[in-house]
C-alpha cells in the first residue's frame, strides 16, 4: 500500500487531499454533509496516511480523531495558513473546490515540513542500496531512528 500524507477540510462541505511521500499530488475528493466514516473510506482508497494534517494552527476534533484512528502523526501548521498562500496553491494544482484547495494546502504544507528528513533518507536509502523506500521514509516519520526503521524493514516489521 502507498503511504501518504493527507490534508483535511471539514464543515458543510468537506475535502480530503493526498500527496506521496516525494511531493507527488495523488488526488482529492469533496463531499457535503459527511461524517467519519466517509473520511476513513476515502483515505483509504488514496492509501495508507503516514500524516493527516490541517491548514489551521488548531486541529478540530474530526482531524485529531482520524489521525489517531490511522495511528499517524498530526500535523498542524504554526500559524492558519491564509487565503493569499492557499490561492498560490490552487494556481498551481488541479482543484475543483476551495474545500480542496484547503486540503491540499494542508497537505502540501505537511510534506514541505518534512521534506529534508524524506529527502536524508531517500539519499541514505539508496546510498545503502536499500529497498522499500516509502516503508522506512513512515516509519522515522513516525519516530524510529533511520537505523531502527531499517532493522524493522529488514525483520519483516512493514507499517500498512
Excluded at 81 to 98: A, G
Excluded at 102 to 120: G, R, V
Amino acid at each position: 500500500m502507498r503511504h501518504i500524507i493527507v490534508g483535511i477540510d471539514t464543515g458543510k462541505a468537506s475535502s480530503i487531499a493526498g500527496v506521496d511521500l516525494n511531493g507527488r499530488v495523488i488526488g482529492s475528493i469533496t463531499m457535503k454533509y459527511v461524517g467519519i466514516r466517509w473520511f476513513v473510506d476515502k483515505i483509504k482508497e488514496l492509501g495508507s496516511p503516514v500524516i493527516i494534517a490541517t491548514d489551521k494552527k488548531r486541529a478540530n476534533q474530526t482531524v485529531a480523531k482520524l489521525a489517531a484512528i490511522f495511528d499517524s502523526v498530526l500535523f498542524t501548521p504554526k500559524y492558519d495558513i491564509s487565503v493569499e498562500k492557499k490561492d498560490t496553491f490552487l494556481s498551481n494544482n488541479n482543484v475543483s473546490t476551495l474545500h480542496e484547495r484547503d486540503a491540499l494546502t494542508a497537505a502540501i504544507t505537511a510534506y514541505n515540513a518534512y521534506s529534508n528528513k524524506l529527502n536524508q533518507i531517500e539519499r541514505m536509502a539508496r546510498k545503502n542500496n536499500i529497498e522499500y523506500i516509502d516503508e522506512i521514509k513512515a516509519l522515522v516519520i513516525k519516530k524510529s531512528s533511520f537505523k531502527e526503521a531499517c532493522l524493522g524493514i529488514q525483520n519483516g516489521r512493514f507499517i500498512r
